[in-house]
């Protein structure tokens, strides 16, 4: 099973960067799809970025698209969340999460789809 477990937030000056990092204590992660969340006070769950299995094709919501990457290293068990050019706007916890992935497999954008959460990073973007 997934147990995940996410680090690397905390604060930083816009125009600043901060990578996140979701590691699986259940070192199962390869067979899951992994999105990155996040939510701000009074909004939606969003996904700002998912990738598949292998590591291909991966989505990014618009508003952090050229800004934001994501990779996983199954290796390490752990899926990362490089976050460039931070905004304030980008201010929220967020969470990392896994759906397994089967032959037949898109993005799901809900976050009720996802079969694994950790517990969330809070990330602030100071003016």
């Known amino acids: 099973q997934v147990q995940l477990g996410e680090s690397g937030g905390g604060l930083v000056q816009a125009g600043g960067s901060l990578t996140l990092s979701c590691t699986d204590s259940g070192r199962t992660i390869s067979s899951y799809a992994v999105g990155w969340f996040r939510q701000a006070p009074g909004k939606e769950r969003e996904l700002c970025a998912a990738?598949?299995?292998?590591?291909?094709?991966?989505y990014f919501a618009d508003s952090v698209k050229g800004r934001f990457t994501i990779s996983r290293d199954n290796a390490k068990n752990t899926v990362y969340l490089q976050m460039n050019t931070l905004k304030p706007e980008d201010t929220a916890v967020y969470y990392c999460?896994?759906?397994?992935?089967?032959?037949?497999?898109?993005?799901?954008?809900?976050?009720?789809?996802?079969?694994?959460w950790g517990q969330g990073t809070q990330v602030t973007v100071s003016s």
């Open positions: 999460a896994a759906k397994y992935q089967s032959s037949s497999f898109t993005y799901p954008l809900n976050a009720r789809s996802y079969d694994y």
């Open positions: 990738i598949s299995r292998s590591g291909g094709r991966p």
